[in-house]
């Protein structure tokens, strides 16, 4: 049974707001020796979102997007694997292990299928495990995702790399490539400022900017493991019937470039969508036109 209507009211100023607004419980769910710290806000007898952050290795609780479905759907957040709440004993980052918390995080909860909602990495996440469980899948929402696994992961970091010059002055370029550097040999510190700036781009000539990214939860060796693992999977492949409703919404000044054309052509059946003067988070730089597309989607998912 899908909602009837998303929540179009304006979304509070600060999580504190959201969060007295909602109701939610939090979980630490094992996985072979794995945490992964999760969030439900339940909504009995309804179907489950399940949504999946970027970076990786950069939680982000979602809690505007939380807010929009959780009037009709029960909503499942976790903190990805490495992050400084859910602890990697493994030290295994393969797609594989990821895929598993999904499945994990989705049998703790009794559900056999859900929806799943990715943004950015999370994005791209989503679509590793399309390919590897789509039966699970309801629906799928990819919102700004990553383009794809493999060479076409070095393209998306080219354009990233791109984006992020061309809003910064010299002095802020330089400096995010010392962190990026540090980052790259292990130095929680540095990926934390690195991303703190790479925030503030994809903001710039915006209003607002996300509320629930906590900096200080953010550690090097899953980024930096992570990376690896995308770089070696192989290239997905072509999605060219799916069995369950796709949907991909980019902003018009989004971080990505050419790149997106492997995810349109990965899925042809998918609602393409542009919203315009929008970035990468468009739940705040353009909401209407989001929450449009969110209740378009999913009040037609089911």
């Known amino acids: 049974m899908g909602m009837s209507a998303l929540n179009l009211t304006t979304i ?39 949504l ?5 290795g950069v939680p982000d609780d979602l809690v505007e997007v939380v807010t929009l479905l959780s009037c009709g759907y029960q909503v499942v957040t976790f903190h990805q694997r490495g992050t400084k ?14 895929v598993s918390d999904i499945d994990t995080v989705a049998s703790y909860f009794g559900l056999r299928t859900f929806h799943l909602f990715g943004h950015s990495w999370g994005g791209l996440y989503a679509q590793v495990y399309a390919q590897q469980n789509s039966e699970r899948l309801l629906s799928l929402f990819l919102c700004s995702t990553g383009s794809g696994t493999n060479d076409q992961w070095k393209t998306t970091e080219s354009e990233v790399m791109t984006f992020n010059k061309s809003k910064t002055t010299s002095a802020e370029w330089m400096v995010l490539g010392i962190n990026s550097l540090l980052g790259m040999l292990g130095s929680d510190n540095a990926y934390r400022k690195l991303f703190k700036q790479v925030i503030i781009n994809y903001n710039k000539g915006y ?96």
């Open 12 to 50: 509070p100023n600060t999580v504190k707001e959201l969060e007295n607004e909602l109701n939610f419980d939090t979980h630490s769910i094992d996985n072979n020796g794995d945490t992964l710290s999760v969030t439900v806000y339940p909504n009995n007898n309804k179907e489950t979102v399940i």
């Open 52 to 56: 999946l952050h970027g970076g990786p």
């Open 85 to 98: 709440q859910s602890p990697c004993r493994s030290n295994d980052y393969s797609m594989k292990a990821y």
């Open 207 to 302: 209003s607002s900017s996300p509320h629930g990214i906590n900096f200080d939860n953010v550690k090097a060796l899953s980024i930096n493991r992570t990376r690896k693992e995308i770089l070696e999977y192989p290239m997905l492949t072509d999605v060219p019937s799916p069995t369950f409703k796709i949907t991909i919404v980019y902003g018009d000044n989004d971080i990505y470039g050419g790149s997106k054309i492997f995810v349109m052509n990965r899925f042809p059946t998918a609602g393409i969508h542009n919203i315009e003067n929008c970035g990468h988070f468009p739940w705040l730089h353009n909401p209407s036109a989001f929450r449009a597309l969110l209740a378009g989607h999913f009040n037609s998912s089911t």
